[in-house]
T-cell receptor
């Protein structure tokens, strides 16, 4: 059974710091891995999607890497800003889910960037 | 791009009362639809998904049910709510591997 784990559960950093969020998954048989952002009391916004054949994706100050064989992904945030404060979730799409598009989520890392 | 509407935004219901949460999707046709629940301090748990009208798959045994009466309408229901049904309910729409999420409904069962 696929399990997704995110460490740490919470992180507080001063503004301007570069930071890394970690995600691990137990079964390397995945189609892709996604990183989402969730603001308090809100829905999820997709940040980056990495296909299983890719090693990384970049969007602005965000860079996500994927090492499928070791079951790990990292989300790197450069020059963090208070507006980056949110919960970040990673999710994998397991092989065998067919056309259902099912995702398995980690529990998230809650980031606070202090001005 | 897709837009997901959910209502109500918040709901307080007594134990044993019925429930109906609605989700509608704009900007796409024939999407896969999903209901998730997020308990406090926990990740998202997939409750139901649907790949077409009238096609519902349940991921976990529970007190809830789902229906898809129209292509872009997804409804989450319960005949009698339990305290453990409290949580943040999210509807999502997807095609391929991307999912778009609605704003969520905060349900408190008292």
């Amino acid at each position: 059974k696929q399990e997704v784990t995110q460490i740490p559960a919470a992180l507080s950093v001063p503004e301007g710091e570069n930071l890394v969020l970690n995600c691990s998954f137990t079964d390397s048989a995945i189609y892709n891995l996604q990183w989402f952002r969730q603001d308090p009391g809100k829905g999820l916004t997709s940040l980056l999607l990495i296909q299983s054949s890719q090693r990384e994706q970049t969007s602005g100050r965000l860079n996500a890497s994927l090492d499928k064989s070791s079951g790990r992904s990292t989300l790197y945030i450069a020059a963090s800003q208070p507006g980056d404060s949110a919960t970040y979730l990673c999710a994998v799409s397991p092989v065998g889910s067919g056309n259902t598009g099912k995702l398995i989520f980690g529990q998230g890392t809650t980031l606070q960037v202090k001005p | 791009s897709q837009t997901i509407h959910q209502w109500p935004a918040t709901l307080v219901q007594p134990v044993g009362s019925p429930l109906s949460l609605e989700c509608t999707v704009e900007g796409t046709s024939n999407p896969n639809l999903y209901w998730y629940r997020q308990a406090a301090g926990r990740g998202l748990q997939l409750l139901f998904y649907s790949v077409g009208i009238g096609q519902i798959s349940s991921e976990v045994p529970q007190n809830l049910s789902a229906s898809r009466p129209q292509d872009r309408q997804f409804i989450l229901s319960s005949k009698k709510l339990l305290l453990s049904d409290s949580g943040f309910y999210l509807c999502a729409s997807g095609q391929g591997y991307e999912q778009y999420f609605g704003p969520g409904t905060r349900l408190t069962v008292t």
